[in-house]
């Protein structure tokens, strides 16, 4: 029904997943049996993008296609494509050029609007223990984290991002409380006595 957004089935998003990069799109929406236009939709959703060697592969035999196709249907001298001469791009111009401002402005709103619904979706699934569906780098509840670093590094703990972990030494201000305090983004542990100062990815 029109109005109503596909909803794939586990079976299908994995399909998808699966085949999206090696498989034109009109065979992904013959085989799901939905339209181009929803394929676009979910790829985007989660991510999917054509691999080099399909799209390589498109691109020679589409070259093939065309050589074939002139070499069957000759132009005669001199020939020019109607009304080429007004549509063809011009020295300093740009497709957002020619859309004008009003569809500019549309086109980043929606692009914008997208963006957010995928990133709420996204925080959801982290906040659920579930995997993400796109490439985004994202964390769950990121002001909280941002507030318990800026705090910890105020009290002299010394923060490797990359470990999730927070080193202390006896210079450091500790709190047991903190420290004892569930949360999902840093373990506390002693600076290593060989490491007299920070490695250089420590903040």
Known sequence: MQGIKFNPTPEQL???IDNFHNTRNADLALHLG????TVNRL???HGLTKSQEFLSAR???AGEFLRKWNTLNPKPVGYRIPRSEENYFKSGTSIRSRQGEEAQQQAIAKATRTRRETIKKE???ILFGLP???????IAK?????????????RGYIIDDANHLAYYTEHTLRGSRIERK?????????LPPQQKTPPAHLE
């Open 14 to 16: 994995q399909y998808l």
């Open 34 to 37: 939905i339209g181009m236009r």
């Open 43 to 45: 790829a985007s959703i």
């Open 59 to 61: 691109q020679q035999k």
């Open 123 to 125: 925080r959801r699934r």
């Open 132 to 138: 993400q569906r796109t490439a985004l780098k994202l």
């Open 142 to 154: 990121p002001r909280e984290k941002v507030q318990l670093r800026y705090y910890l590094r105020k």
């Open 182 to 190: 569930e949360q999902p983004w840093y373990s506390f542990a002693p």
